[in-house]
């Protein structure tokens, strides 16, 4: 890409007039002397600025494509479950696994922890509410403990939403 362009700069550039050499008046790169102080390139001969120019953009190719390998896994995913019925009887535990489409497409893996982004339902009384991340037992998922025996059994729509944040 971006290969040529920079050479031809670093030819054009810098170079100081070569002395003929070999029956043809060719000269090696390495023989040709360099002015390196605009460029700020460390090299002080054709050959090595190309060599390093040609590094530079290898080194540059290689950190845009770990960007977008960034990009393509985002930082936050935020993932929905919404059901119509969901029955949390008296002292049970409901468990529920995440899908990708409930995750915006893309699942949480290890690299992301979890917490709980809203929890809508029948019951107002729970034990417990975790939400658990991917590698651990339904996970990536939630899991829901209804309260004592004092609170009744429902059955009703609910909505749960976890937030999972990068590591």
């Known amino acids: 890409m971006l290969r040529?362009?920079?050479?031809?700069?670093?030819?054009?550039?810098?170079?100081?007039?070569?002395?003929?050499?070999?029956?043809?008046?060719?000269v090696a790169a390495a023989q040709v002397s360099y002015a390196n102080a605009a460029s700020g390139l460390a090299s002080s001969n054709v050959q090595d600025a190309v060599d390093e120019v040609v590094e530079l953009e290898d080194d540059l190719e290689q950190r845009i494509s770990?960007?977008?390998?960034?990009?393509?896994?985002?930082?936050?995913?935020?993932?929905?479950?919404?059901?119509?019925?969901?029955?949390?009887?008296?002292?049970?535990?409901?468990?529920?696994?995440?899908?990708?489409?409930?995750?915006?497409?893309?699942?949480?893996?290890?690299?992301?922890?979890?917490?709980?982004?809203?929890?809508?339902s029948c019951t107002s009384r729970l034990n417990a509410v975790r939400v658990m991340n991917a590698g651990e037992t339904n996970g990536p998922g939630v899991t829901l403990r209804k309260a004592d025996e004092n609170t009744a059994a429902c059955t009703d729509a609910a909505e749960l939403t976890s937030i999972y944040v990068k590591r």
């Not at 960034?70 to 479950?81: G, K, N, Q």
């Open 66 to 120: 770990s960007l977008e390998t960034a990009e393509a896994s985002p930082r936050v995913i935020v993932c929905r479950y919404v059901t119509a019925s969901l029955t949390l009887d008296i002292g049970a535990t409901f468990s529920h696994v995440y899908t990708a489409a409930e995750c915006g497409g893309t699942l949480p893996d290890a690299t992301y922890v979890g917490a709980i982004g809203a929890f809508e």
């Open 4 to 26: 040529a362009p920079l050479c031809l700069l670093l030819l054009l550039v810098g170079c100081t007039e070569p002395e003929p050499a070999g029956p043809a008046g060719s």
